[in-house]
């Protein structure tokens, strides 16, 4: 009885499938329509329409779908309509959110013609690594291992990151760096449709992995310092929200968020929204309310905690990071992570990094006293400079003045950021080197005249 019941039901459901498909054939017959009426097969997107399209449908909704479903399916639909204005069918085509990546290229690392350059564009550790290391770098051993796979989830270095901090190395996971740890987190909770939230300056590769998998950006406003707001935060999330990436502190504005401010944000946030915390400068900070640790991560069970031996470690190009969370979300994670994602030496090295932390103490209070004394002698020369947390000096000024700065220290074969491609024309960032390098660049932005 109970099968023959089912069976009914499916038949009911295969009607209503074939009438949904006529449906959509009418739809895509009026879709073809309104592309003829539009100036060029460029500009066919609208996404003002599409929002407001999508919530009409949020507020008419009378099924027992999800809302977040609901707004999944109509952003499928408007690609598929926007494939079929530009009459790509037969292409080889991306899903639109891909089209519109912009490639992320970092810091430049050369100007034609200069040799000696000095690279302040990417915030690396100019100091590098512990001298260790020189006694790690067995060149024979490497060779012989080279034809070995690594461990493959790195358990020696998630051991003793795990007993470094005091907390689970189980709910570690390494990353190829800590962006494919911010990968990780989109692949797993994201789906084509959903949306992300990140700060309207946070991290470049934050939209660019919004992107990847699809998902609809929603940039959180800052104030003129270019601080957060928990509003502005909770006022971006609608019913498509799955992931919030905040750096702690920011690159490239450099402001910091404390640990009261993010027990506060979490409480407001809902359980099901995954929240990453990004600390990539997190060694760097000195404020006393700033959290170092942790414990966030057992109090809510949504919070992703990432950290990289990129910056202060002075491990950029081995490519390593990690992040922290709960059981369950750590379970999740490592579905995604692909095997072997991190090499043989990448895992030696963190380690070795990971234990000589006279020297991060040694790296931290030189960029103190160095950052101190290149943004006093800035303000010597009437070039502004915001407070920051982190290895580089934030410069606030005018577009004109921005590109001068840049361009007259290129000129020298001085390599700082300038911050269009963040929407910050009238900013540049400038990474803290050794105090020989700074003082180097001071002595030729005193040769500019503005």
């Not at 789906?191 to 939230?197: A, K, L, T, Y």
């Not at 024309?425 to 080197?433: E, V, W, Y």
Request: charged fraction near 30%.
């Amino acid at each position: 009885m109970k099968n023959k019941k089912l069976v009914n039901l499916r038949k009911k459901i295969n009607l209503l499938d074939d009438g949904i498909l006529d449906l959509l054939r009418q739809r895509a017959e009026i879709v073809k329509n309104i592309g003829k009426y539009k100036n060029s097969k460029k500009n066919i997107i609208d996404l003002k329409r599409e929002e407001k399209v999508i919530e009409r449908l949020i507020s008419n909704n009378k099924t027992k779908y999800s809302k977040d479903s609901i707004v999944r399916i109509w952003r499928e639909l408007f690609q598929a309509s926007t494939n079929l204005q530009k009459d790509d069918d037969k292409k080889i085509n991306t899903k639109r959110s891909i089209n519109n990546i912009k490639i992320y290229k970092g810091g430049k690392s050369s100007v034609a013609g200069k040799k000696n350059i000095i690279k302040l564009s990417s915030n690396e550790n100019s100091y590098g690594p512990t001298q260790n290391l020189k006694k790690l770098v067995d060149k024979k051993k490497f060779y012989l291992n080279s034809k070995r796979y690594p461990d493959i989830d790195g358990i020696e270095l998630r051991k003793f990151i795990g007993k470094f901090y005091n907390i689970d190395f189980t709910r570690i996971v390494l990353g190829c760096g800590s962006d494919e740890n911010l990968l990780f987190a989109a692949l797993a909770f994201c789906q084509d449709g959903d949306e992300i939230i990140h700060s309207e300056h946070g991290f470049e590769m934050y939209s660019i992995i919004s992107k990847i998998v699809g998902a609809t950006i929603k940039n959180a406003k800052e104030d003129k310092d270019y601080n957060l707001s928990i509003n502005s935060i909770c006022n971006s999330i609608t019913v498509a929200t799955k992931l919030i990436y905040l750096a702690n502190p920011n690159n490239p504005t450099g402001t910091y968020l404390s640990k009261d401010f993010i027990i506060n944000l979490m409480k407001k946030i809902p359980n099901n929204i995954i929240v990453v915390l990004d600390g990539a400068y997190a060694e760097y900070v000195m404020q006393p309310d700033y959290d170092k640790g942790f414990s966030l991560v057992d109090k809510f069970h949504n919070l992703i905690i990432t950290r990289t031996f990129s910056k202060v470690y002075g491990l950029a190009g081995l490519r390593i990071g990690w992040c922290y969370s709960s059981k369950k979300v750590a379970k999740i994670l490592n579905k995604v992570k692909g095997p072997f994602n991190t090499t043989s030496i990448a895992q030696e090295m963190a380690i070795s990094a990971l234990k000589d932390q006279k020297h991060i103490k040694k790296i931290v209070q030189l960029n103190l006293e160095v950052k101190t004394w290149f943004e006093k002698e800035l303000h010597k020369l009437n070039i502004n400079t915001k407070k920051t947390e982190g290895n580089f000096s934030f410069i606030k000024t005018t577009k004109d003045k921005a590109r001068k700065i840049a361009n007259h220290l290129a000129s020298s074969g001085i390599i700082v950021r300038q911050l269009d491609s963040y929407n910050l024309p009238n900013c540049l960032r400038i990474t803290i080197g050794t105090k020989k390098e700074m003082k180097r660049t001071i002595d030729q932005l005193k040769n500019l005249k503005c």
